[in-house]
């Protein structure tokens, strides 16, 4: 993925993208979280503030840096997420591949607590299409994000 766009919703402008450590990890880890979808980052930015921001950044891909890629859901992407969400640390700059939606989420949460195996698991999201993200969580990873605007949503809408 060289020289494209990438989008991150939120309730604010992000000229300088940060790496948060919260209370809870997320599917990659901590990190910075992008997509490559605008309407992925629409209704995260929809859905954390009635006055969302959609940040758009040019990535430029640094041959130099670690980076892990699951082109699609496998066992290898469900591994490495029920490590992440137990709070394993890892050493990549960026990781890429399909996002967890609520309804997979729901599952990745039911196979890391043991209550569904695996097989039930890839039963259950064979019917789910996973939506694109991309986390940065090294200060190097986030020198290949450039801001280029933010759009206000409601903005947007105001529009229609």
Known sequence: MENNLLYH????????????ITRYTKDFSWG??????????????????????????????????????FPKMNDEWLDFIARCRSGESH????????MADDTIWDFVNGFVSGKIPRNVFWEYAKFKHPTHQISFHTINALRCLEFER???IYDRETER
């Open 91 to 98: 050493s990549y700059d960026i990781v890429e591949g399909p």
């Open 32 to 69: 910075f979280y992008c997509t490559n979808s605008y309407e992925q980052a629409y209704r995260w930015a929809d859905r954390r503030s009635s006055h969302g921001i959609v940040n758009v950044y040019k990535y430029t891909e640094n041959p130099e840096l670690k980076i892990l890629h």
């Open 150 to 152: 933010s759009e206000p």
């Open 9 to 20: 919703g939120s309730a604010m402008e992000v000229i300088y993208p940060e790496i948060r």
